[in-house]
Structures are given as structure tokens and as C-alpha cells.
């Protein structure tokens, strides 16, 4: 069965620039997580999207914005980059949307300078 | 949101030797769940706890929920080289936002 998948994997952007990453959940999973990963942290709860909704928002700026299709796809957009987006931005699926396991994927790499 | 506190931020250990890593917060929670990410990798999940004073084995990995939900552990005996990563615990917050720590870096060496 797949996992989660992610694209891209790398990303180089410049600041003030717009990013789009995006995310398939496992299928069956209706439930899609974002999670920022900056070198040596915890990932950080950015959103949450359950059929379509979103379900909660972490401690993020109007900047991050995100959505989830009606095949339960995901995409994460980053306006106006700068350079603290660097990171390992994380899309986790899951069946529902409470207090469930998360299943992450790889991961893309975003670098801006 | 409060956040759970890990300790150690890192540990070396000689292969064969037992870790522990913990994880604390000020408040009760709910449940605690456990993740491992290896170098270069993606977060996988391990374990959840959810009942007071919970005891969960894994093969060589013993998981512990304190009895006043306020405290969890990870208890690895005898590690190997195959357990090196980082351990993070994470608790959801209103249901759906999952808090991580900041995690405890395992280095073994052989």
C-alpha cells in the first residue's frame, strides 16, 4: 500500500516569493496535518483539514494557507517568503480527525534565501 | 499551548546499554503519544498511551503513562545501532492539534 506521498521533495525559493507543496493522504485516510520542521526542533502543528474543513490552525501567520481536495489531496501555500520558512514541512494523514495515529510523509525540503 | 518537555535533549550510548528518555508536562494529559525519526527521515509513529499508569512493550521498548497523566517514558533495553533517531512524545491539543516535544536525540555506538 502507498504512504503518504509529497511534492517536491527540495525546494530552493527566494524571499518574497510563494511556495506550493502538496500531499496525498493513504488512501482511505480523510484527515490531512501540516507540520513545520526546522532543523533540530519538534515538528510544529501548522493545519489540520478534515473532509475539506479545516479542523485547527496552529500558532502560524495569514502568510500559510492551505486546502484539501475533494479526493482528499492537500496543498500547503506559503506567501511572501522569508527566511525562517526554511524547513521540513511534514504532511501527516489520518482516518479521522480526532486524536488519531498520524502517518507522515517524507517530507519536502524548502531553502529559501 | 503548553508544550511537553523532553529530556535528555541528547544521550550516547555504548550498543547494549539501556536509554530513557522522558517526558513532562505541567498539566494533565489527555494522551501521549510516542514518534521516532530516524537522520534524514520522517516522524513514525510508535505508540499511544492513554489510560493512568500504562504500561506498553514493544519488543525492547517499554512505554510508561504516570498515574497522574502528567508524565511519560520510553525505555529502551539493550540498544543497538538500528535504534539511533530522534524520540519525540506529542499530545493533541482541542482534539486535533498534535504538540510535539522537542525530542531526545539517541546516538549508539558499536
Known amino acids: 500500500d502507498a504512504g503518504v506521498t509529497q511534492s517536491p521533495t527540495h525546494l530552493i525559493k527566494t524571499r518574497g516569493q510563494h511556495v506550493t507543496l502538496r500531499c496525498s493522504p493513504i488512501?482511505?485516510?480523510?484527515?490531512v496535518s501540516w507540520y513545520q520542521q526546522v532543523l533540530g526542533q519538534g515538528p510544529q502543528f501548522i493545519f489540520q483539514?478534515?473532509?475539506?474543513?479545516?479542523?485547527g490552525r496552529g500558532n502560524f501567520p495569514d502568510r500559510f494557507s492551505a486546502r484539501q481536495f475533494p479526493n482528499y489531496s492537500s496543498e500547503l501555500n506559503v506567501n511572501a517568503l522569508l527566511l525562517g520558512d526554511s524547513a521540513l514541512y511534514l504532511c501527516?494523514?489520518?482516518?479521522?480527525?480526532?486524536?488519531?495515529?498520524?502517518?507522515f510523509g517524507p517530507g519536502t525540503r524548502l531553502l529559501v534565501l | 499551548g503548553q508544550q511537553v518537555m523532553q529530556i535528555p535533549q541528547y544521550q550516547h550510548v555504548q550498543e547494549g546499554e539501556d536509554f530513557t528518555t522522558y517526558c513532562n508536562s505541567s498539566?494533565?494529559?489527555?494522551?501521549i503519544q510516542w514518534y521516532k525519526q530516524r537522520p534524514g527521515g520522517h516522524p513514525v509513529f510508535l505508540i499511544q498511551?492513554?489510560?493512568?499508569?500504562e504500561v506498553k512493550k514493544q519488543k525492547r521498548l517499554t512505554f510508561q503513562f504516570g498515574e497522574a497523566k502528567k508524565n511519560s517514558s520510553l525505555h529502551i533495553t539493550a540498544t543497538q545501532t538500528t535504534d539511533v533517531g530522534t524520540y519525540f512524545c506529542?499530545?493533541?491539543?482541542?482534539?486535533?492539534?498534535?504538540?510535539f516535544g522537542k525530542g531526545t536525540t539517541l546516538s549508539v555506538s558499536s
Open positions: 498511551l492513554v489510560k493512568s499508569g
Open positions: 483539514y478534515y473532509e475539506k474543513e479545516e479542523r
Open positions: 498539566t494533565t494529559l489527555s494522551n
Open positions: 501527516a494523514s489520518s482516518f479521522g480527525a480526532l486524536q488519531e495515529t498520524q502517518y
Open positions: 506529542a499530545e493533541y491539543q482541542a482534539g486535533t492539534a498534535l504538540i
Open positions: 488512501s482511505g485516510h480523510k484527515s
